[in-house]
């Protein structure tokens, strides 16, 4: 029943060296783990860190949609609410990927502020991609969800790599 061409390989896993203190199996360290199975799968062409990064993303996807939900329930205008979501998303996404994707960088409370006004606007530049990329795949006359899921794929894209140049450079 076993295949005879079935071989096994050792594959190295890199993990980040420690800042201080001793090593401990953390949340960051599953996350950490699980991208690189990603990305060994992929045989490099996804990068860890992207992995745990669009994790991220997905979450900031619920709690927009959680909270949207909570603010229209309390009778407040889609406009605002929906502002008021997608701000808070940011915002938990910064945090996330601060302590999950990159390995907790920014660590002092200035640092944090810094990043969190550089990651949203970093974001305003992925917002504008979703959007441009999505109208044009939907005037193509892709459907709508199709096109949702383009621009979505070209906000993530951007998003990642001005995280990664701007925002969380080392």
């Known amino acids: ?10 594959v190295g896993i890199d993990f980040r060296s420690r800042m201080a203190g001793e090593s401990k199996l953390n949340i960051s360290t599953v ?3 699980v991208g690189q199975i990603f990305e060994n799968i ?3 062409l996804i990068p860890a860190n992207f992995v745990v990064f669009a994790f991220v ?3 900031g996807v619920l709690v927009h949609l959680i909270m949207l ?3 229209l329930t309390q009778s407040i205008g889609f406009i605002v609410a929906n502002t008021l979501s997608t701000l808070l998303a940011m915002c938990s996404n ?7 994707t990159f390995h907790n960088i920014h660590r002092l ?3 944090r502020m810094k990043g969190l006004i550089k990651y949203c606007f970093a974001n305003s530049f992925s917002i504008l991609a979703n959007i441009g990329v999505a109208s044009q795949f939907y005037l193509s006359e892709f459907s709508v969800i199709a096109s949702a899921l383009f621009g979505i794929l070209a906000g993530l894209i951007l998003n990642y790599f001005l995280s990664v140049n701007l925002v969380f450079k080392k």
């Open 42 to 44: 992929s045989r490099g």
């Open 94 to 100: 910064y945090f996330l990927n601060n302590y999950l």
């Open 1 to 10: 029943m076993l295949n005879k061409q079935l071989r096994v390989k050792e």
């Open 31 to 33: 996350f950490n783990l």
């Open 57 to 59: 993303g997905t979450l």
């Open 109 to 111: 409370f200035k640092e």
């Open 69 to 71: 939900n909570i603010l």
